[in-house]
Nanobody, 123 residues
């Protein structure tokens, strides 16, 4: 499956953005999906994951209560709604997908990665 992330941009602290990740070339509804991010000079880190049905979601402690992951299997798209953004959220955000255990979506071992979209939060 190919993943195309979009929706990044520049936003002031306290603002909101919604990222989208469109999937093609596979049976989207059979994939667990997730989001990672990588800030300048830092390692890639897990942000959120969602099961193939949307029934289970997982979040990093740093974004819990501020970010919401969701999916629309009819549109082959996964979303990341980001509210109350902080300068520390500045990073390139990557969507990920894997047919295996959702646990893999919390690691860098997911099989499929999108190209990334840049989110910049100004203070």
């Amino acid at each position: 499956v190919q993943l195309q992330a979009s929706g990044g941009g520049l936003v002031q602290a306290g603002g909101s953005l919604r990222l989208s990740c469109a999937a093609s070339g596979g049976t989207f509804s059979s994939y667990n999906m997730g989001w990672f991010r990588q800030a300048p000079g830092k390692e890639r880190e897990f942000v959120a994951a969602i099961s193939w049905s949307g029934g289970s979601t997982y979040y990093a402690d740093s974004v819990k209560g501020r970010f919401t992951i969701s999916r629309d299997n009819a549109k082959n798209t996964v979303y990341l709604q980001m509210n109350s953004l902080e300068p520390e959220d500045t990073a390139v955000y990557y969507c990920t997908g894997d047919r295996g255990s959702i646990v893999k979506l919390r690691t860098t071992q997911a099989a499929h990665w999108g190209q990334g979209t840049l989110v910049t939060v100004s203070s």
